[in-house]
């Protein structure tokens, strides 16, 4: 069976953008336009969800400039490629806390998520100013809130707190993939990915080709997944 739900760490831009003596922001933007290829890649291959991690919440700890640059790209990339992900009729969503953003980023997010609201393909997820630590304390809030008004019972298991998750709507992840050799989930996806496969690619994520990750993922699925079991 293939799988539906994969997640990326796109890891390495600044690094790749100093190995070509250019700024961090080079390697920023050249990252921002590999999503699009390996978006339209894993399209291809039948992934239901995308989830790409493009801003922690620990990302706001970069120099100003940075970040400044960083609040710009989602302006720059769909600008480019949004007619594109249209025509491959795939659907735009966030997770995270948009609300911390500059009007104009989130704007620009907003729209995108509106425009594609009725495509019917694979959805491209979105993590800005997301952090997993944040999501599950957030989450146990929600449930405490529904407990207390009366909406839900206190007979908590994993499939009612998946409920108040960002990501209630989506399947477990399956594979997650982290670029540019580093061996850490840096505070991504932690409950989701508890029985995810992992893929530690030494790449930079601006070098990753849609070839190359289709490879990577098939040679995932071939790994026996025993969840636990025997």
């Keep these: 069976m293939g799988f539906k739900h994969v997640a990326i760490i796109m890891d390495g831009n600044g690094r790749w953008a100093k190995a070509q003596h250019q700024q961090r922001t080079f390697g920023h933007l050249q990252g921002s336009e590999k999503v699009r290829e390996i978006a339209i890649a894993a399209n291809d ?15 706001w700890k970069r120099p100003k400039e940075e ?17 594109e992900l249209m025509a491959k009729n795939i659907r735009i969503q966030t997770i995270g806390e948009l609300e911390a953003f500059p009007d104009s980023t989130r704007q620009v997010l907003e729209r995108a998520i509106q425009t594609t609201s009725k495509n019917t393909g694979m959805i491209l997820c979105f993590a800005m100013n997301y952090g997993g630590q944040r999501e599950i304390i957030l989450a146990a809030q929600k449930y405490h809130e529904a407990v207390v008004n009366g909406i839900i019972n206190k007979d908590l298991s994993p499939e009612i ?26 505070n991504f996806l932690l409950w989701q990915l508890a029985y995810a496969e992992l893929i530690f690619e030494a790449l930079p994520w601006p070098e990753l080709t849609g070839d190359h990750f289709k490879e990577l993922v098939l040679d995932a699925t071939k790994r026996d997944r025993r969840f636990g079991g025997l």
Excluded: W
């Excluded at 291959?45 to 990302?59: D, K």
């Excluded at 710009?72 to 990339?77: A, Q, R």
């Design 161 to 186: 707190f998946e409920q108040f998750l960002m990501t209630k709507d989506y399947h477990a992840v399956d594979l997650c993939i982290r670029t540019s050799g580093e061996q850490r989930l840096s």
């Design 67 to 83: 970040v400044d640059y960083l609040m710009k790209l989602p302006d720059v990339f769909f600008n480019k490629f949004l007619k």
């Design 45 to 59: 291959i039948g992934i239901e969800v995308l989830t790409l991690y493009a801003f922690s919440t620990e990302n």
